[in-house]
């Protein structure tokens, strides 16, 4: 079937469709109604952290605006709600103190996604780590096991009456690896010894978050979400294949092996046996959890190639812009296949119950021309995507689900509001929404 007769209809009555998104990056009310400071919301404040210095405390305004947001997915046809809540609104300082205006707040969510036959999903932690638990070493501290345990706790009672679908973390690899070795997302730690013990807690906290909700939540549907990319050598040369095979352990499969009680990938990236500093008795069991479901979030491929210059790893990402392929704003190669090999390599774990591609997009750089959004590259992107996950899908991997990155434009991280990924574009200025060409197509694909 050619792509562009593709529709939903094609995947069955259950396969779930739906919109990402994050706190940080939509909801603004940085410092309103009692909310805490984040390591974000730090992190956001220092010189040289963020493209043209680009500040988060309004972002899309959501706080004050979900309702006219809901009204739009509506709209559009979109059934499914993913947003994560943000732990400084919840609990200031990370711990003790409920903030009772930040419970209304996603309850006011809830109802208005339910109001509108919306199904919410909620993902516990999306990076922004409250300020004051990193004054005390963040995910670095072993304590983050108790920490998370309130708050997952906290979360759990306040709204798991009518919220039926949770993720405890979203791509650890990235908020580890990013946050706490290559010192480019917040808190802007570098090093191994901050990178280690931060994965090794961060498995622990995936599984005790698990645990947590299924013991509190009994009817509820859990799942954690990873990044992945497919990943090959840049040459067919020796030196390059073993690099790409240490690259895909430490991208692909360092989150995902202990949950599924597979321990850690050592033997293709030696300098993981260093985590067993932090390992302690029963840990390795501690960290396993059987979830209902896997997010998968998939935007591109990686080429590796090998460096002698690389310490540990001794393998480097080759970018895109130096491959002469198509690419995305952010210098992401496009290539749809990458989606379908990574379901096919996660549904090759038996241990893994269901796959759900919880995110998947593109950034562009969209204009508005009269009153119009003609975003036909995105358009193109999702289509070329979604008909390898229905490819996917036809061979009988185990796919069940698809979620667009993103509804709106948004603030994407460091690279601030530059890097548009929204169904939805959205005038910082006046935080005027305008449904671009992608949207428009994504809700005739629904309606089908
Ligand atoms: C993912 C993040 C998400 C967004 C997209 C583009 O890594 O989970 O918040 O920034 O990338």
Redesign the pocket.
């Given at each position: 079937m050619a792509k562009s007769e593709l529709n939903a209809s094609h995947f069955g009555q259950d396969f779930i469709w739906g919109v990402s998104t994050?706190a940080f990056?939509i909801e603004g009310a940085s410092y309103s109604h009692g909310k805490g400071t984040s390591i974000w919301d730090t992190f956001t404040k220092k010189r040289n952290a963020i493209r043209n210095y680009d500040q988060a405390d309004i972002a899309c305004d959501f706080y004050h605006r979900y309702e006219e947001d809901i009204i739009l997915m509506k709209s559009m046809n979109i059934k499914n709600f993913r947003f994560s809540i943000s732990w400084t609104r919840i609990l200031p300082t990370g711990t003790g103190t409920v903030n009772e205006k930040g419970i209304s707040f996603y309850n006011n969510v809830i109802s208005c996604c339910l109001k509108h036959g919306i199904e919410p999903w909620i993902t516990l932690y999306?990076?922004d780590l409250p300020q004051a638990l990193e004054d005390k070493g963040g995910w670095t501290n072993r304590e983050i096991l108790d920490w998370f345990t309130e708050f997952t706790t906290v979360c759990a009672k306040a709204f798991g009456s009518r919220v039926k679908y949770w993720m405890v973390l979203?791509?650890p690899m990235?908020f580890t690896g990013a946050g706490y070795f290559l010192g480019v997302h917040a808190p802007g730690k570098k090093r191994l010894r901050n990178f280690l013990p931060a994965v090794h807690h961060a498995v622990l906290c995936q599984a005790e978050g698990g645990r947590i909700l299924r013991r509190l939540l009994p009817h509820a549907k859990i799942g954690t979400t990873f990044?992945c990319s497919q990943i090959t050598a840049y040459k067919n040369n020796k030196r390059d294949i073993k690099a790409a095979k240490k690259a895909d352990a430490l991208l692909n499969r360092l989150f995902i092996e202990p949950t599924l009680g597979l321990g850690y990938p050592i033997n293709d990236v030696p300098v993981l046996k260093r985590l067993k500093a932090f390992i302690k008795p029963g840990d390795m069991e501690r960290c396993t959890f059987n979830f209902d479901f896997i997010g998968l979030?998939n935007?591109t491929r990686e080429k590796i190639t090998h460096s002698f210059f690389v310490p540990y790893l001794k393998a480097k990402i080759v970018k895109a812009s130096k491959r002469n392929v198509n690419t995305t704003l952010m210098d992401w190669e496009v290539y749809p296949p990458s989606i379908y090999h990574m379901v096919e390599k996660f549904s090759a774990y038996s241990q893994i119950n269901k796959i759900i591609i919880t995110?998947n997009?593109a950034?562009f750089k969209d204009e508005i021309k009269n009153g119009e959004v003609d975003d036909q590259h995105r358009l193109n992107f999702l289509q070329e995507y979604i008909a390898q996950v229905y490819k996917a899908k036809q061979e009988g991997l185990n796919v069940h689900g698809y979620f667009v990155?993103?509804l709106t434009d948004n603030f994407?991280?460091a690279e601030g509001y530059h890097a548009r990924?929204g169904l939805i574009h959205i005038d910082f200025k006046t935080l005027k929404r305008t449904l671009k060409a992608s949207g428009k197509w994504f809700a005739r694909f629904l309606k089908e």
């Open positions: 994050a990056q999306h990076w979203n791509e990235v990044s979030q935007y995110e997009g950034a990155w993103t994407e991280w990924f």
